[in-house]
């Protein structure tokens, strides 16, 4: 467990990013290549010296390459224990000469994915070769250095130059474990997209194993919490959001900023641009306001009218580009993150003044009805789901009052069921004209969110000097059936007019009842969206 010296080197690779300059690098020292396929050739282009592996395999690749570098004088080469005797003398026997540094990258499956290929593609892009060498020389990472990230190339090279053409074990030990995980995240997004299309199938029976992987996108100063270690991992997927959007600047996002601006950025994808622009606030994964508008400034004046306060140190989720004009408004107050799809030239100068604040644009929006999956962890496991696609239309509403719903009403009460999907349970949302008149979370008792968001409401009309909180005349909804009467009369004392819920409990009846006599409008939906 000492350091080890390099002298010939196979190199396999998709992506030849930085693939020259690193051979050229390996080449000064002296080490021989070895290459395959398209990596040769790049090689030989460049005016490099390099042996095909056909050469030391003495047999050629085959079947459109599936069967090339599948050969004991490969991986006896990266396996064998160079200081045991019976290695050695099979290493002689059998003419295997060692392999002191892998340099391999797979087949783009996960790119193929993300681009929604073919499913013959797909297959076609299964690595089978690449993780076997890697794999192997990860395993005799005492004696092979392998190398499977691009970044890791210029480490490699600094390493041999100080050591004279050599590597450390500690070095070969961090690459063996980089090693490892890529081939581990890469069987995890290959068995994954197996399920996905099983699934699609019908067969709705869970995988027995189910594998998860993730790319280092940042390290994290800390958690929830300064005591806490975090990092911020990618899967790859195509879905647009906080991990695949562009930051054009302002600090690094933190762990809560991260989940936050991933809350709200699913939120506001629920409104489709083509019918209006819509703006999310969020603070502590909960919205605190949510409106839509003609324009983006209107939509983002109504969501912030909700709660001015919460909104403080908020997170802002766009559906379309953001503009000069609701740039300004929001220079006004103090913002964490936005995040939109794009933002245009005046958004980016009027913010650009703002230095810690984050501003992130994704190019699109994530769809909502997609079929994709959520994870938790719990103690010696993790919960598995599809995310939360259900939607509810006017066709499936179900009046269950003497009062029929207005139009406005009926517009007022479905936005307010699309936010209580976002909102933690318990929740009650109020919604007047377009926009959030007041939004209470994640308490205990369901009767309780209705008072909290009733308040909410009050305190905002203080605030802006309005005569009356925007509760009165309102659409209010429950992300889940009221058990009984009492969280409904509490909604109605607020001053909403019209109700939608799921219904489903045994005190459906009363709560009717309830409604009729305080003259609501109240609608069932059949599907509830708890969210813990």
């Known amino acids: ?60 690749e085959m079947m459109d390459g599936r069967v090339k570098t599948l050969h004991p004088n490969v991986h006896g080469g990266l396996l064998a224990l160079r200081d045991k005797a019976d290695h050695a003398a099979s290493m002689t026997a059998h003419g295997i000469a060692g392999i002191d540094l892998l340099v391999c990258n797979l087949y783009p499956f996960e790119a193929t994915v993300a681009r929604g290929a073919d499913f013959e593609t797909t297959i076609e892009n299964i690595d089978i070769g690449g993780p076997a060498m890697t794999r192997s020389a990860a395993k005799n990472h005492d004696w092979v250095t392998v190398v499977v990230d691009v970044e890791d190339y210029g480490v490699v090279l600094d390493e041999m130059k100080a050591n004279g053409g050599a590597t450390s074990f500690a070095l070969r030990r961090k690459l063996a474990q980089r090693a490892f995980a890529r081939t581990a995240a890469y069987d995890a997004a290959v068995s994954s997209w197996f399920a996905g299309e099983l699934a699609k199938d019908g067969d709705k029976e869970p995988p027995r194993r189910r594998a998860l992987g993730g790319y280092l996108r940042q390290s994290l100063r800390y958690g929830e919490n300064p005591h806490q270690e975090a990092a911020f991992y990618v899967d790859g997927s195509s879905r647009p959001g906080v991990a695949s959007a562009k930051q054009l600047q302002g600090k690094e996002l933190s762990y809560n900023n991260i989940n936050d601006t991933d809350a709200a950025y699913e939120l506001v994808a629920e409104f489709d641009p083509a019918n209006g622009p819509a703006c999310a606030i969020i603070k502590h994964a909960n919205p605190c306001g949510v409106a839509l508008g003609k324009t983006l400034k209107d939509a983002y004046l109504a969501a912030l009218a909700c709660d001015t306060q919460s909104a403080f140190g908020g997170v802002l989720a766009f559906n379309t580009t953001l503009d000069g004009a609701t740039a300004e408004e929001i220079s006004k107050i103090f913002t964490e993150v936005i995040i939109a799809p794009d933002a245009d030239e005046d958004a980016r100068r009027i913010l650009a003044s703002k230095k810690n604040l984050r501003l992130l644009t994704a190019g699109a929006l994530p769809d909502p009805l997609a079929p994709t999956l959520t994870y938790r962890s719990v103690a010696g496991g993790f919960l598995v789901q599809t995310r939360d696609n259900g939607r509810i239309t006017r066709k499936e509403l179900k009046v269950v009052t003497k009062r029929q719903p207005t139009e406005q009403e009926i517009i007022d009460m479905l936005l307010a069921f699309t936010i209580g999907k976002h909102v933690k349970s318990n929740a009650i949302i109020y919604v007047k004209d377009g926009s959030t008149a007041g939004i209470g979370a994640g308490q205990m008792s369901r009767v309780d969110s209705a008072r909290i968001a009733a308040i909410k409401a009050q305190d905002a009309a203080k605030i802006a000097g309005w005569d009356k909180p925007r509760t009165v005349g309102s659409a209010a909804a429950s992300e889940a059936f009221f058990p009984f009467p009492d969280g409904l009369l509490t909604v109605a004392a607020a001053g909403a007019t019209a109700v939608i819920q799921p219904g489903g409990s045994v005190k459906d009846a009363d709560v009717i009842a309830a409604a009729d006599e305080a003259g609501l409008a109240m609608v069932f939906t059949g599907m509830r969206h708890f969210r813990h």
Not at 12 to 34: H, N, P, W, Y
Not at 38 to 57: F, H, M, N, Q
């Open 1 to 60: 467990m000492t350091v080890r010296k390099i002298s010939r080197a196979l190199l396999s690779v998709s992506d030849k990013t930085g693939l020259l300059e690193f051979a050229r690098g390996l080449a000064d020292q002296g080490v021989m290549l070895i290459s395959t396929g398209g990596t040769a050739k790049a090689l030989r282009d460049a005016g490099l010296a390099v042996s095909d592996v056909s050469e030391i395999t003495n047999f050629p």
